[in-house]
């Protein structure tokens, strides 16, 4: 059965190489069987920074995409990433989860739809247009980013649109707001009767402190993974009966009114 291993650290500030450095070291620890799925946190190469001009992979020479594509090779795993895209030097970037196969293939390019306005990332970022799902091992995973988790809408519409089944969610989801978090993480899942990997950083940046909190929900909520603040890796085997059983026997999804939920 596949199992996904959620890696939850504190980002070191605009540092790409120490904080691949820092993944390299706990995952190659925690060791993930090849064929299971790795995911990182929301911006997890230089933390929740609106310096695009220094951040972006535009600048960088590639510097995040390229080690994820290295890293799912040497480890032979699916491995969903984040990285800054700025391919205008005079426009806003965009705040994408991207995914690789054990291939070192791009398989997955998500723009995060929703930037948050309320810690300025608006000023900055511009926000993606599209919901978008890779396979994984026969499971559809529909990865979304942090501020997206109060949107229900996109997660239903991935739902009956795309037919997910797995949600990953990294994150960048501060201490003030914590119960906020856990609470919205527990609801997706049991809204759409699906895995929710919701995966927050730890530790402190220049502005904000962060409590980690990492999840790792079933399609009935139920908790399979948790974490402290404490920087950790997490893992929970996928079945994708217990989503198909689920689904066919609580027929909640069947009752869902799509003609009330707009585009996808």
């Given at each position: 059965?596949?199992?996904?291993?959620?890696?939850?650290?504190?980002i070191i500030w605009e540092d790409k190489a120490a904080n691949h450095a820092i993944v390299e070291g706990?995952?190659?620890?925690?060791?993930?069987?090849?064929?299971?799925?790795?995911?990182?946190?929301?911006?997890?190469?230089?933390g929740f920074s609106l310096n695009t001009g220094a951040?972006?992979?535009?600048?960088?020479?590639?510097?995040?995409?390229?080690?994820?594509?290295?890293?799912?090779?040497?480890?032979g795993v699916y491995l969903q990433g984040a990285s800054v895209q700025r391919p205008d030097p005079d426009g806003k970037a965009?705040?994408?989860?991207?995914?690789?196969?054990?291939?070192?293939?791009?398989?997955?390019?998500?723009?995060?739809?929703?930037?948050?306005?309320?810690?300025?990332?608006?000023?900055?970022?511009?926000?993606?247009?599209?919901?978008?799902?890779?396979?994984?091992?026969?499971?559809?995973?529909?990865?979304?980013?942090?501020?997206?988790?109060?949107f229900p809408e996109i997660f239903r519409l991935a739902t009956l649109d795309r037919g997910a089944e797995v949600f990953t969610i990294g994150a960048s989801w501060p201490t003030p707001r914590h119960h906020h978090w856990l609470t919205l993480l527990s609801a997706r899942a049991i809204e759409n009767q699906a895995y929710v990997v919701g995966l927050n950083?730890?530790?402190?940046?220049?502005?904000?402190?962060?409590?980690?909190?990492?999840?790792?929900?079933?399609?009935?909520?139920?908790?399979?993974?948790?974490?402290?603040e404490a920087p950790t890796v997490l893992s929970a085997e996928i079945d994708q009966t217990t989503v198909q059983s689920w689904r066919a026997s609580f027929k909640s999804l069947a009752d869902a009114r799509r003609e009330f939920l707009g585009r996808c």
């Open positions: 059965m596949p199992r996904v291993y959620a890696v939850q650290f504190d706990m995952v190659e620890q925690a060791a993930p069987p090849r064929g299971s799925l790795v995911v990182l946190p929301e911006m997890f190469d230089v951040t972006a992979e535009q600048v960088t020479g590639g510097a995040s995409e390229s080690w994820c594509a290295a890293a799912a090779r040497r480890w965009t705040n994408d989860a991207v995914a690789f196969d054990p291939d070192g293939e791009l398989i997955c390019r998500y723009q995060k739809i929703f930037p948050f306005s309320g810690g300025r990332e608006t000023e900055a970022f511009k926000g993606g247009d599209r919901i978008v799902t890779f396979d994984w091992q026969g499971l559809t995973v529909c990865p979304f980013v942090c501020y997206d988790l109060r950083r730890c530790g402190k940046d220049p502005a904000l402190a962060y409590s980690g909190g990492s999840r790792i929900f079933g399609p009935k909520g139920e908790v399979l993974a948790e974490a402290d």
